[in-house]
């Protein structure tokens, strides 16, 4: 068996070279490691392209007010972030750091849109002196805070109000976020999000331009986005004559990519097409105009785009149980697996054409037993010095990333045509002391 258990869980420019090398983006991934040293992430600058024109033109055919906003939290940084502006497309953050990222990043004010069950006094403040796009209200203690905020700084700040649908979306508990008990947004059941609508248009400094409900992360079923947005459009369809008047329409993100070669997710064009034509026919069935649509992927635009490549060393053999071959990364640089038991594929980069006839454990190098990357996965035979790539892993890697164990944080570059760019550097021994104070 060629050792390549799943293309499509790889960027777009992936290919192998005669010397049966990985190559990313017209780099060999074995020189990069050896360039620019391991744990390394690869971030293709086309996948990511790519995916921000399919999102853009799926929903604009079906639905031509429609508007894609990247989720940044699933990789912030300033090089994507310009990537992603050039690519038109919205931002959404979710804290005061995110937003100076997407200001600093080009991003225009009114391309932004604030996410968060407790935004501080602080970040709200700086959001409304910035003059962003939409704040997605959360709470009604966030309802008090931003007419405050509003009315000492003479502001009037557009907002969307979040509604829980209370729909299960079927995906780890970790990342859901529509069912009734989350602490993300105002019920519909309860009663809570037709108070939370009351108050915002009795706020002079709120404008209300609509709703917001997304539902969770790493999405393959269609059918809970169809059953929100009925929902929470059935709602602002009921709360027409108390103010509520539906501009734009938020379904969220959450469209789940392919992490191991058993994965098969709807497409871009899937998604697009079960989302509008649910939007358009409940609007259709209530006799509302059809809003602005909001798209917000994140997963979805940088996860498939990136590879991280590390360098084996030890290998723990227990006859008959199972052999750990460990890398120079794991839970500090990716906390998936631990957090939510998530799968991957790996490969060895540098023997792309050798068999998969050995049956490894990848274990990380942080002094946690549970700092695993991937259990009993089939690998071409590897010594010490050989890399491995694990690809699909562009989002929710580097910026759930930590210190643990006082590891400096990998370098990541962007590959395009051949070349290669670091687009954050790897933090150094000063740089993890830089805070402490003596
Ligand atoms: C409000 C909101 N929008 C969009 C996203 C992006 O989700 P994903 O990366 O799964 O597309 C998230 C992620 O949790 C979110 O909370």
């Given at each position: 068996m060629l050792n390549f258990p799943a293309k499509h869980v790889f960027p777009d420019t992936t290919t192998i070279n005669d010397k049966g090398h990985l190559v990313i983006g017209g780099c060999n991934v074995t020189d990069l490691a050896s360039k620019y040293g391991t744990p390394l992430y690869i971030i293709d600058e086309d996948t990511v392209r790519n995916r921000c024109t399919s999102f853009r033109v799926a929903f604009k055919e079906l639905y031509p007010d429609s508007q894609i906003i990247y989720g940044s939290k699933a990789f912030a940084n300033l090089a994507i972030t310009k990537i992603i502006v050039d690519e038109k497309l919205g931002l959404d953050v979710v804290s005061g750091g995110e937003l100076a990222l997407a200001s600093a990043g080009?991003?225009?004010?009114?391309?932004i849109y604030f996410h968060g069950n407790n935004k501080s006094r602080q970040e709200l403040t700086e959001a409304v002196s910035l003059g962003i796009g939409r704040i997605i209200i959360d709470s009604f203690y966030e309802i008090d805070l931003l007419e405050e905020i509003g009315y000492q700084t003479n502001k009037t700040q557009d907002v969307l109000i979040r509604v829980s649908p209370a729909v299960d979306p079927h995906t780890h508990s970790y990342i859901s976020t529509g069912i009734l008990d989350s602490k993300f947004g105002f019920a519909i059941g309860t009663g809570d999000a037709a108070l939370a609508v009351k108050k915002v248009t009795s706020s002079p400094h709120l404008n209300l331009m609509g709703l917001h409900c997304h539902i969770g992360s790493?999405?393959?079923?269609l059918d809970p986005y169809k059953k929100a947005i009925r929902v929470a459009i059935k709602f602002a369809s009921d709360m027409r004559d108390k103010g509520?008047?539906?501009?734009e329409f938020s379904p969220g993100g959450g469209f789940g990519i392919a992490y191991t070669k058993d994965d098969s997710p709807p497409s871009i064009t899937e998604f697009a097409s079960a989302i509008t034509s649910e939007v358009l026919s409940t609007c259709e069935d209530l006799k509302l105009e059809h809003p602005k649509l909001l798209i917000e992927p994140g997963r979805s635009i940088i996860g498939p785009a990136g590879v991280a490549a590390y360098t084996t060393g030890a290998r723990k053999v227990i006859s008959g149980i199972r052999t750990y071959l460990s890398v120079d990364g794991g839970m500090g640089d990716n906390i998936r697996p631990a957090l939510y038991q998530a799968s991957y594929e790996a490969v060895v980069a540098n023997k792309m054409k050798t068999t998969s006839s050995d049956k490894v454990t990848i274990a990380g190098k942080y002094c946690e037993s549970g700092d695993i990357l991937i259990n009993d996965v089939n690998l071409a035979p590897t010594e010490p010095g050989d890399i491995i790539a694990i690809p699909a892993?562009?989002?929710y890697c580097i910026p759930m990333s930590s210190n643990y164990n006082m590891s400096p944080r990998p370098c990541v570059v962007l590959v395009k045509d051949g070349s290669s760019r670091v687009i954050r550097r790897r933090e150094t021994y000063e740089d993890l002391m830089a805070f402490d104070v003596i």
């Open positions: 080009g991003a225009p004010s009114k391309n790493q999405l393959f079923e509520l008047t539906l501009y892993t562009g989002a």
